[in-house]
């Protein structure tokens, strides 16, 4: 199992960028799919973004596509999320994941962060 450890939330004003930072331990790390998702009050985790363990393949729900992007260091064991043109509806709690092997839609990671808070502001 990976553990993951998320930081770089915060607040700001809507238009804004934040860079959120997953650092992983665990000799496993350069094998899995990382990822991130978000979870605002009262509503469900939902799915953000994913990297193949090459960062050769990313993938983003419509929601941020063209404003987030996912990033991986291998030898640093961290994975990035950049977000610019922040909206007040991104504000959410962020948690950091990691895919036993290969990312896919329909697979639920095997390890999970402790999350990371992120409000914007209007």
């Known amino acids: 199992q990976v553990q993951l450890v998320e930081s770089g939330g915060g607040l700001v004003q809507a238009g804004g960028s934040l860079r959120l930072s997953c650092a992983a331990s665990?000799?496993?790390?350069?094998?899995?799919?990382m990822g991130w998702f978000r979870q605002a009050p009262g509503k469900e985790r939902e799915f953000v973004a994913a990297?193949?363990?090459?960062?050769?393949?990313?993938y983003y729900a419509d929601s941020v596509k063209g404003r987030f992007t996912i990033s991986r260091d291998n030898a640093k064991n961290t994975v990035y999320l950049q977000m610019n043109s922040l909206k007040p509806e991104d504000t959410a709690v962020y948690y950091c994941?990691?895919?036993?092997?290969?990312?896919?839609?329909?697979?639920?990671?095997?390890?999970w962060g402790q999350g990371t808070q992120v409000t914007v502001s209007s």
């Open positions: 994941a990691a895919w036993v092997g290969a990312y896919r839609p329909e697979k639920r990671p095997g390890s």
């Open positions: 665990g000799r496993t790390f350069s094998s899995n799919a």
């Open positions: 990297i193949s363990w090459s960062g050769g393949y990313t």
